[in-house]
């Protein structure tokens, strides 16, 4: 059965303190996360100035990535269902001394979008949400023309590598995966509103780069 909400931030609670370094633990499998985040940023197509809304950003492990792209005259706004993830978001954005951060908790299935925003990034948050079809539909009716929503997430891979589910499902059950969740399709509804969609597969299938553009019709 797929993960509940009030599950997620019980499970996030305890992992949140430890959350960067037990990721980074999954590169001694060939996964490559740093860089299928670096390639979704870039997907986001930002320039400086922009805002950005990051759905589900958890520690703020894309801030960094997101700073790079609309620099300090941009703004970045994390939302996150957990408060103890947000708390180590908090720590990095004093860290790092960033002044246009805006941090926000709550659910992504109600949280009104800011409109006019420039792009709408989530990474390995969305499949998790069951109501993803809605948040991809509110995001895309925020977005000013042409900008980008960019969804980076899990999925069942086809043959051969299907048959590597099991091992894959064990490895990232820590984080909240579940058989359950391979019947949300998160890219379909990218493909569903915007224009121009398009889907690029990482790690045997496993993993995906969802892109789509405002388009001239609305969402």
């Not at 589900?56 to 005259?73: D, E, I, K, M, R």
């Not at 989530?122 to 809605?134: C, G, I, M, Q």
């Not at 590598?161 to 091992?167: K, R, T, V």
Request: proline content about 5%; glycine content about 8%; overall charge positive.
């Amino acid at each position: 059965m797929a993960i509940t909400k009030k599950q997620i931030v019980d499970l996030y609670r305890l992992r949140s303190r430890r959350y960067e370094v037990t990721a980074n633990l999954y590169y001694l499998i060939g996964f490559r996360e740093q860089s299928y985040r670096n390639k979704a940023v870039r997907a986001l197509n930002l320039s400086p100035g922009d805002t950005v809304v990051e759905i589900g950003c958890g520690t703020g492990l894309n801030f960094t990535l997101l700073q790079s792209a609309v620099g300090p005259g941009g703004r970045i706004i994390g939302v996150d269902l957990t408060d103890s993830m947000l708390d180590q978001a908090r720590n990095r954005i004093k860290k790092e001394s960033w002044s246009n951060v805006e941090l926000v908790q709550g659910d992504a299935a109600s949280y009104v979008f800011p409109r006019g925003i420039d792009g709408i990034i989530s990474t390995f948050a969305l499949t998790l949400v069951p109501e993803f079809d809605t948040v991809i539909r509110n995001g895309c009716e925020a977005l000013k023309e042409r900008k980008r929503w960019v969804v980076l997430d899990f999925k069942m891979p086809a043959p051969p590598f299907s048959s590597l589910a099991p091992l894959f499902l064990y490895l990232t059950k820590p984080f909240g995966v579940s058989l359950d969740l391979a019947s949300r399709h998160p890219w379909e509804s990218i493909h569903r509103y915007l224009r121009h969609p398009s889907m690029i597969e990482h790690y045997m299938g496993f993993v995906y780069i969802a892109t789509g553009e405002k388009g001239g019709s609305g969402c």
